[in-house]
């Protein structure tokens, strides 16, 4: 069973950065992607970033675009966020979630617990 774990939220200022992490365990052949979604307080949970198993393939939301990069490792099965410029609206409770592929619809399976960011003004 897959298990999405992750970690690297806190408070930062406009502006500034943060990386999150996601450490994925029970991964198979059968991981299509892997991606991070968000959800503000009241709202929807928001697809933010995926890369695929093989890691050559990248897409990201408009929103963060040119300011946030996705990357994996697959020797250590880690999933990375790289958060830069981040603005106040980018505050959200951030999820790793895993793609199983076709065999699903390309429909998310699995998620983590979520870590929180918050940012200032």
């Known amino acids: 069973q897959v298990q999405l774990v992750e970690s690297g939220g806190g408070l930062v200022q406009a502006g500034g950065s943060l990386r999150l992490s996601c450490a994925a365990s029970g991964l198979t052949f059968g991981t299509y992607a892997l991606g991070w979604f968000r959800q503000a307080p009241g709202k929807e949970r928001k697809f933010v970033a995926a890369?695929?198993?093989?890691?050559?393939?990248?897409s990201y939301a408009d929103s963060v675009k040119g300011r946030f990069t996705i990357s994996k490792d697959n020797a250590k099965n880690m999933v990375y966020l790289q958060m830069n410029s981040l603005k106040p609206e980018d505050t959200a409770v951030y999820y790793c979630?895993?793609?199983?592929?076709?065999?699903?619809?390309?429909?998310?399976?699995?998620w983590g617990q979520g870590t929180q960011v918050t940012v200032s003004s």
């Open positions: 890369i695929s198993w093989s890691g050559s393939t990248t």
């Open positions: 979630g895993h793609n199983p592929g076709p065999t699903k619809g390309y429909e998310y399976d699995y």
